[in-house]
């Protein structure tokens, strides 16, 4: 189970040049880079390793200064999508962004490969966008991360046609989104009748079977004609 920083399927993305000078200098600016890993420190924001590309430089005179630079633990707020915008878009305050803070430095990252080809949807600040799915951060031992009633995966999309915030990444957990594909399922409608499940399930949980010892052992090489 890795702890702190995971490789990551890399994307591209922009990020906010500001936070690269303690957000004192060049609001407003963007250096293109390559995001390559993901940290997760309880009670923060995921964050970020990321390569820079030095190619914002590429039609200007200016010289190529970032190129192969890299930085990590950029907040996830300060990554802009690598998709053609007319504006860049309005920064996503952390509470938006990423809801549920991670809960653990110990994490898994997986992509759940039959929910990629279709877009998401997500419901941020009440309202739905169509979103990019990218890939899914999941927490375990801590306290929280292993409660079922508080358990949160974080899925990292790139929000579609979003008005304003257009192009921003955000982490959502599974009560802020949902999977489309026409071709497999109807979208539903409205909120689904869900409550957190509060219990805990395991093989020893029955006293009956964990006292009835021939029935644990009842194994193939078991001789004993009743659990055969």
């Not at 004192?24 to 995001?35: D, R």
Request: charged share 20%; hydrophobic share 35%; with cysteine.
């Amino acid at each position: 189970m890795p702890y702190l920083t995971s490789s990551i399927p890399h994307f591209k993305a922009w990020v906010r040049r500001e936070y690269t000078k303690n957000l004192e200098e060049y609001h407003g600016e963007f250096l293109h880079c390559m995001v390559i890993g993901v940290t997760t420190m309880p009670n923060r924001t995921l964050s970020f390793q990321v390569i820079f590309t030095g190619c914002e430089s590429d039609d200007s005179d200016s010289p190529n200064i970032h190129g192969g630079a890299m930085w990590a633990r950029l907040p996830l707020i300060a990554l802009v999508a690598d998709t053609p915008l007319e504006e860049w878009p309005e920064q996503l305050p952390p509470y938006l962004a990423q809801p549920w803070d991670c809960m653990s430095h110990h994490h898994s990252v997986y992509k759940l490969e039959r929910a990629t080809p279709a877009p998401w949807i997500a419901k941020v600040d009440g309202e739905f966008y169509p979103a990019k799915y990218y890939f899914t951060v999941d927490y375990t031992d801590n306290e929280v991360a292993d409660d079922p009633a508080q358990h949160k995966q974080s899925h990292v999309l790139e929000l579609l046609d979003a008005g304003q915030y257009t192009g921003n990444i955000v982490a959502l957990p599974n009560n802020r989104v949902r999977v489309t594909h026409p071709a497999w399922f109807e979208t539903g409608e409205g909120a689904p009748d869900f409550r957190p499940n509060q219990h805990m399930f395991n093989s020893k949980e029955n006293v009956d079977y964990v006292w009835d010892t021939q029935r644990v052992f009842n194994n193939l090489y078991s001789e004993d004609k009743e659990y055969q």
